[in-house]
């Protein structure tokens, strides 16, 4: 049996101008993801593609516009009907990867920056979060939240000064 997902470490470190807080999050039991632990070039193939010939490595092709090498029979676009998009009555199997929650939380314990992250991949984040309001010296807390199904898996909270 695998490990389970579990949060390792939240360090909350806030920068010098005191108005962001960096959270470095680290996070074990992962699923596998793709092929190895290698970075890999992501290749968009509907992007214009460019070639030694493209004067200054730059492509005169519009980004908005399909790449037409891709599929050279294919007619215009057409619209897809609405219902062949997915719903939530589709039977997939849920994602393996947990929802991550960042937040801050004043010294009231109301939240005053967040993010959320769909399906966690990565096994360490370092993740930036903007203050809208702060008070110098003050106490702060980090949180993370990890749910996968709607169901809470962990939740880690740390108390930081904001200095």
């Given at each position: 049996?695998?490990?389970?997902?579990?949060?390792?470490?939240?360090?909350?470190?806030?920068?010098?101008?005191?108005?962001?807080?960096?959270?470095?999050?680290?996070?074990?039991?992962?699923?596998?993801?793709?092929?190895?632990?290698?970075?890999?070039?992501?290749?968009?193939?509907?992007?214009?593609?460019?070639?030694?010939?493209?004067?200054?490595?730059?492509?005169?092709q519009s980004?908005?516009?399909?790449?037409?090498?891709?599929?050279?029979?294919?007619?215009?676009?057409?619209?897809?009907?609405?219902?062949?998009?997915?719903?939530?009555?589709?039977?997939?199997?849920?994602?393996?990867?947990?929802?991550?929650t960042l937040?801050?939380?004043?010294?009231?314990?109301?939240?005053?920056?967040?993010?959320?992250?769909?399906?966690?991949?990565?096994?360490?984040?370092?993740?930036?979060?903007?203050?809208?309001?702060?008070?110098?010296?003050?106490?702060?807390?980090?949180?993370?939240?990890?749910?996968?199904?709607?169901?809470?898996?962990?939740?880690?909270?740390?108390?930081?000064?904001?200095?």
């Amino acid at each position: 049996m695998s490990d389970p997902i579990q949060i390792e470490t939240l360090i909350p470190q806030p920068l010098p101008d005191l108005r962001r807080v960096s959270l470095i999050l680290r996070v074990s039991g992962l699923p596998a993801y793709g092929h190895s632990n290698v970075s890999n070039p992501i290749h968009f193939y509907d992007m214009p593609q460019l070639t030694e010939s493209t004067p200054g490595g730059k492509s005169t092709q519009s980004p908005s516009t399909a790449n037409p090498s891709l599929f050279p029979d294919a007619g215009p676009p057409q619209e897809a009907p609405v219902d062949n998009h997915p719903t939530l009555s589709d039977d997939r199997p849920p994602s393996p990867y947990p929802d991550v929650t960042l937040s801050i939380l004043d010294r009231h314990g109301h939240e005053i920056a967040t993010t959320f992250i769909v399906e966690h991949k990565e096994p360490e984040l370092d993740f930036t979060l903007h203050l809208r309001t702060f008070e110098s010296g003050a106490t702060y807390i980090a949180r993370a939240e990890m749910t996968r199904n709607d169901e809470v898996l962990q939740t880690v909270q740390v108390p930081f000064e904001l200095r």
